[in-house]
């Protein structure tokens, strides 16, 4: 393909993706595909001679799609977003005609600089207290994604845990107290953090332990139970090292009350002083909800933790990978991912001026991707993201006040919390086991037809119901129109009412009722 050729063909390739988001809530959002559709329609091999765009790109729309399920639709209400916008297309594309992986300064100033650049704006955004800024003793870094984050917090706090406390030792003697503390060494969460902690002491070889949360805290973890869970494993004799704390938690979006958290840490293992416990604030997604400075009021415990995270490409407009990891001692992280072969030696990392950042995380090549944070901040302004999130957080409310219009059908167990609600179905018969028998057999029929896409969830031992209202093209008739979904398939499921009209196509037509606007091809 030469250059008229790719002009040609990008621009084709560009129309169809502007055609595709407009019409993209015509679509049936979730996939029916059977499993190893794709086998069967493409041949066995690569072809031996070169084929041309236009037969490439056919194969998008017959071959690709029916086995997607559309994230970017307004249909889509299930997990958390995985947020797209045009600029951050646009920085995808710049990024991939660079290719310029830049692991270290040298390989790309302008990569690591922009990074270091866009980050700091970011932070002051979020309203993170100032050590972690470059300009402190801290800094941001972008990682593939929340999970990727929270491998690296670990790695960094679990070498920085073994340094601090065996630094007393030195040959055979440090040898075996290591050996030994990494039998003992723990690292914590809640039962609502995210399992990527779990899988991420599972990677750095360390045992994980996971703290109980209720209804009575909302599902939040308090300094009560981490004290609690800390004088349970010191009986044990275990080193907890690692914690995981969270704002918008995966299941129900609560919120860890960081305050209490770092009052019981500053006795039970204070800050600053060797073997002190490192903690995490894991903020994927509702992180974002940070632009807002009525949310301002969180980040001041942050100053007593020890990273942040906040995937952009969740809830902030930017395309997928885009999370952004902030710590405040970049000693830490550099420290334990740090290695140096005489191929990557140049005089600019030996200065010790600039930053390479492939010491900030797990491989060694990164891609340019402060570009796309850099042309949605610019696009949108913090006004335009303030406005999204303020939008989308008003139609979480919008959905959860549909949902207390028919107490008789539907339950509110949290929310709503960042565009995020969660409920159950009310059995006809009271009895916990019709509840959930009830609410999974909505759930799974509304996915079945496929017209939006939702997620279940049990939390506190309930079958639950998510949905999230946090989509880039959210609306509220698409919201009205997911209600008016759960509603009837509810009448028809548990009451036994006459089933609703199905799409034939996977083109979504408007069903009989108010308050819902057509929605057509
Ligand atoms: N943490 C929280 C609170 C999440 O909700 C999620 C995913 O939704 C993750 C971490 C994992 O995110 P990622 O896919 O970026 O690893």
Not at 49 to 72: C, F, N, R, V
Not at 335 to 364: C, H, K
């Amino acid at each position: 393909m030469d250059s008229k050729q790719f002009k040609e063909a990008a621009t084709s390739a560009i129309d169809e993706i502007v055609s595709y988001y407009d019409t993209i809530h015509t679509r049936r959002v979730v996939s029916n595909v059977e499993p190893g559709y794709l086998k069967k329609l493409l041949p066995a091999g690569p072809p031996e001679d070169g084929e041309p765009w236009a037969k490439i790109q056919k194969d998008i729309e017959s071959k690709i799609m029916p086995g997607l399920t559309h994230w970017q639709s307004p249909n889509f209400m299930a997990f958390f977003p995985a947020s797209s916008s045009f600029p951050g297309m646009l920085g995808e594309l710049y990024s991939a005609a660079f290719t310029a992986p830049s692991f270290n300064w040298i390989c790309s100033p302008a990569i690591t600089e922009l990074e270091t650049i866009v980050l700091d704006w970011l932070a002051k955004l979020l309203n993170l207290p100032d050590c972690y800024l470059s300009t402190s003793h801290g800094g941001g870094v972008i990682q593939g994604s929340a999970s990727e984050a929270i491998v690296v917090a670990m790695v960094a706090a679990r070498d920085k845990y073994l340094r601090e406390t065996t630094s007393h030792l030195s040959g055979i003697e440090l040898e075996d107290a290591i050996a030994y503390k990494r039998s003992k060494m723990v690292a914590v969460g809640s039962d609502a953090s995210h399992s990527s902690t779990q899988k991420a002491a599972q990677i750095a070889g360390i045992r994980y332990r996971s703290i109980a949360v209720t209804k009575e805290t909302n599902f939040a973890l308090t300094g009560a139970a981490l004290a609690k869970a800390l004088d349970q494993f010191k009986a044990e004799g275990l080193e907890p090292f690692y914690l995981t704390t969270t704002l918008g938690t995966t299941s129900t979006c609560a919120v860890d009350d960081f305050e209490s958290i770092a009052s019981t840490l500053a006795k039970y293992a204070p800050p600053d002083v060797p073997g002190e416990i490192w903690v995490h604030v894991d903020a994927a997604y509702a992180g974002a909800a940070l632009v807002c400075p009525e949310y301002h009021h969180l980040t001041a415990p942050f100053k007593h933790f020890h990273s942040f995270d906040m995937n952009m490409h969740k809830w902030l407009l930017t395309n997928f990978d885009a999370s952004c990891l902030y710590v405040k001692k970049r000693k830490d992280l550099i420290d334990a991912l740090s290695i140096m072969p005489s191929y990557l030696r140049n005089e600019f990392s030996e200065s010790g001026l600039v930053t390479d950042y492939r010491d900030w995380q797990i491989p060694l090549g990164r891609r340019f991707r402060s570009l796309k944070i850099w042309f949605v901040l610019r696009t949108y302004g913090v006004k335009g993201l303030q406005a999204h999130i303020r939008k989308t957080i008003k139609l979480g409310e919008t959905f959860a006040g549909l949902l207390e219009t028919r107490k008789d059908l539907f339950e509110i167990v949290t929310g709503p919390s960042f565009a995020l609600t969660v409920f159950t179905i009310v059995p006809k018969v009271p009895g916990s086991e019709a509840q959930d028998k009830v609410t999974k057999d909505v759930y799974e029929t509304v996915n079945k037809r496929g017209e939006i896409y939702i997620t279940s969830s049990v939390v506190g031992g309930v079958y639950v119901i998510r949905v999230v209202s946090a989509n880039p093209l959210a609306e509220e008739k698409y919201i009205r129109k997911a209600f008016k979904i759960l509603v009837e398939t509810t009448e028809e499921l548990r009451d036994g009412k006459l089933p609703r009209d199905q799409p034939s196509n996977g083109v979504i037509v408007d069903v009989k009722g108010v308050g819902i606007e057509k929605v057509a091809a």
